[in-house]
């Protein structure tokens, strides 16, 4: 190299290095700085760490009872007491024992009924004397029961329920409407007798037709119902137009 490069070069680098010196300087300085920080920032987390384990060791013991408990640990003190229920082999639990139904005497179920159609609440549309009783269901035209009034619809089958009590009559009234309409049978006679021959000579069962033919399964099968003509029976038989 030429004696005039040298010295140019030479001349270049002398400025240049005074040029860095600070900010090498400033530099090692921020570096410093930042690892007393972090030093800082790791003794203070030691010191909290120490803090929250010294807290925690003097806790009372009530204190840390009420702590919030698992989702297990409630589930069985909830089920502290309780008592498997028998089963079989198989793992089957036995079915819960019926409830008992409510019983009610035929009389009180009569006389509620009763009770009801005199103060118009019954579902039926009747009228009644000592010798002939009528009714229809809601809905029913009035013209209906005038032409079973007159015998217009011909009778095919009926029941006589003479020598019954009344507890022996009703589910055998029950069970020859079923089968009169499983039959489709329209019209049916019913035979209760005049009570001639009963207690006082009260028509017992009569008076429980009254009751019957506006509710529970009779009352559900019969549209419309009167007392017969003479010819079958009048005033101890009553004609019934069954439902389809």
Known sequence: MSKKKQKNAQSDSTPRAAFHQPFRAVALDLKAQMKRAEADKVAAAEQAKARASQVTANRPA???????????????????????LTHDARGHAPPPEPKSARVVSAEAEALAQLVDLVAGEGPFD??????????????VDRRVLVA?????????????????????????????????????????????????????????????????????????????????????????????????
């Open 148 to 244: 079973l009034k007159r015998g217009d619809y011909a009778l095919q089958g009926h029941l006589d329920l003479h020598g019954l009590t009344r507890a022996e009559a009703k589910p055998r009234v029950e069970a020859f409407l079923d089968e009169s309409r499983r039959l489709s049978r329209r019209c049916v006679l019913l035979i209760h007798g005049r009570g001639l021959n009963s207690k006082d000579q009260i028509p017992v069962l009569k008076e429980s037709l009254r009751a019957w033919l506006c509710q529970g399964r009779i009352g559900k099968a019969v549209l419309a119902f009167c007392t017969a003509r003479p010819c079958d029976g009048g005033a101890g038989a009553v004609y019934l137009l069954l439902r389809r």
């Open 62 to 84: 009530d204190a840390v009872s009420q702590a919030p408990k698992s989702e297990e640990a409630l589930f069985w003190e909830a089920m502290a007491g309780v008592k498997p």
């Open 126 to 139: 009747m009228s009644c004397t000592e010798e002939f009783i009528e009714g229809r269901a809601p809905g």
